[in-house]
């Protein structure tokens, strides 16, 4: 059983190029996120899609898009990439929120790491 | 608003020694609790969580009982290994949002 599936783990871009990190889950999870994660610090949460169809932004977005292709998928794209969204990006998903139907945990996968030169 | 506060670290302990890492919250209604664990160039992955309130999460020797009346999630474990040095997250899912609420994380080394 794989999880949740992030590519690529890891990756260098120069200023200004843009690129589209990949997630997947097959737990058929309602929910996914995407979060940041900068050396010392904790999670911040980037955007995320709460069902099939829909996006929202989470405390971060600025430089970013995102899309919920299908149940499974939900990919992140930096259009412009700039030196201070060098990150661990890790993506995540849910079954349901806390008195939804499920316990709100959260399945991560295995991060990918992004270097903007 | 809903948020987690959790023990600064960074925490380094010798091999057997007992530990125990804070996380205090706060939340409207009953939410469910979670500690995560990240080890080095990993991703987090659930450690253990209670639900409801009293409920004692227990998983590879740690534990974190839900004591609603202090609003804590205090982590624990009897005897520590060098295995168990990560960073620790403490998290609440408030009942019906869509979103975790995570602490800011505890490192944790312990020395042979």
């Known amino acids: 059983n794989a999880g949740v599936t992030q590519t690529p783990k890891f990756q260098v871009l120069k200023t200004g190029q843009s690129m589209t990190l990949q997630c997947a889950q097959d737990?058929?999870?309602?929910?996914m996120y995407w979060y940041r994660q900068d050396p010392g610090m904790g999670l911040r949460l980037i955007y995320y899609?709460?069902?099939?169809?829909?996006?929202d932004k989470g405390e971060v977005p600025n430089g970013y898009n995102v899309s919920r292709l299908n149940k499974r998928e939900f990919s992140l794209r930096l259009e412009s990439a700039a030196p201070s969204q060098t990150s661990v990006y890790f993506c995540?998903?849910?079954?349901?929120?806390?008195?939804?139907?499920?316990?709100?945990?959260?399945?991560f996968g295995e991060g990918s790491r992004l270097t903007v030169l | 608003g809903n948020s987690v506060t959790q023990m600064e670290g960074p925490v380094t302990l010798s091999e057997e020694a007992f530990l125990t890492i804070n996380c205090t919250y706060t939340?409207?209604?009953?939410?469910?609790l979670f500690w995560y664990v990240q080890y080095p160039g990993e991703g987090l992955q659930l450690l253990l969580k209670?639900?409801?309130?009293?409920d004692k999460g227990s998983n590879k020797g740690f534990e974190a009982t839900y004591r609603k009346e202090t609003t804590s999630f205090h982590l624990e474990k009897g005897s520590v290994q060098v295995s168990d040095s990560a960073v620790y997250f403490c998290?609440?899912?408030?009942?019906?949002?869509?979103?975790?609420?995570f602490g800011q994380g505890t490192r944790l080394t312990i020395n042979p």
């Open positions: 995540a998903s849910s079954e349901a929120p806390s008195g939804r139907g499920g316990t709100g945990e959260l399945f």
């Open positions: 737990m058929n999870h309602n929910s």
């Open positions: 899609s709460a069902s099939e169809g829909t996006t």
């Open positions: 939340a409207t209604g009953y939410p469910s």
């Open positions: 209670a639900t409801k309130a009293d």
């Open positions: 998290a609440l899912s408030a009942s019906g949002a869509q979103k975790l609420v």
